[in-house]
Antibody
Framework: QITLKESGPTLVQPTQTLTLTCTFS??????????VGWIRQPPGEALEWVAL???????HYNPSLKSRLTITKDTSKNQVVLTMTNMSPVDTATYYC????????????WGQGTLVTVSS | QSALTQPPSASGSPGQSVTISCTGT?????????VSWYQQHPGKAPKLIIY???ERPSGVPDRFSGSKSGNTASLTVSGLQADDEADYYC???????????FGTGTKVTVL
């Protein structure tokens, strides 16, 4: 049974750096093809893909956010960490992490999401 | 990579069918058969209901079906039920640098 859960701060000050952790179980990020992605959703708005990391350490970033993002994995802890710098109020959103079984495959299991508010 | 275009809303009575369109470009839907659809109830995480244009994950009723023609994909929900009232998002693979492009979302109301 695949499960994922996001954790991190609920409130971030403008210009600060956000660090979110996705802790998962039921699969290994060392298995060929497997990836974990981050997706965000501002309140009342649509989903937006943020970043993705695959089993072989290949990283992909949303081009509009790329300069601010870093995604890493710790296979020993079954965790994926997303770092986003220079946060602003427009980054206020629910952030989800999700599993994909392979390149071009869908996001088939999602975490419950965590709401991050950017405000002073 | 721009978001895929969906109608903001769609509706139908219980038992009827509703079809949602998702329009992309020749760089995403038009060239890849990796179109997915997600259902999202208020306050919940999205749930995968269709992948690879018309495949259903285990446990998803066959009332949900997908198709594609050119740069446009479609989701049809047949035999509408109250629990089908939700937001629906399409998504397409658009190459290794844009693995997930999402649609603008459609709110389905069961009248």
């Amino acid at each position: 049974q695949i499960t994922l859960k996001e954790s991190g701060p609920t409130l971030v000050q403008p210009t600060q750096t956000l660090t979110l952790t996705c802790t998962f179980s039921g699969f290994s990020l060392t298995s060929s093809g497997v990836g974990v992605g981050w997706i965000r959703q501002p309140p009342g708005e649509a989903l937006e893909w943020v970043a993705l990391i695959y089993w072989h350490d290949k990283e992909h970033y949303n081009p509009s956010l790329k300069s601010r993002l870093t995604i890493t994995k710790d296979t020993s802890k079954n965790q994926v960490v997303l770092t986003m710098t220079n946060m602003s109020p427009v980054d206020t959103a629910t952030y989800y992490c999700a599993h994909t079984p392979g390149i071009a495959e869908p996001l088939d299991f999602w975490g419950q999401g965590t709401l991050v508010t950017v405000s002073s | 990579q721009s978001a895929l275009t969906q109608p903001p809303s769609a509706s139908g009575s219980p038992g009827q069918s509703v079809t949602i369109s998702c329009t992309g470009t020749s760089s995403d839907i038009g060239v890849f058969n990796y179109v997915s659809w997600y259902q999202q109830h208020p306050g919940k995480a999205p749930k995968l209901i269709i992948y690879e244009v018309n495949e259903r994950p285990s446990g998803v009723p066959d009332r949900f079906s997908g198709s594609k023609s050119g740069n446009t994909a479609s989701l049809t929900v047949s035999g509408l039920q109250a629990d089908d009232e939700a937001d629906y998002y399409c998504s397409s693979y658009a190459g290794k640098n844009s693995p997930y492009v999402f649609g603008t979302g459609t709110k389905v109301t069961v009248l």
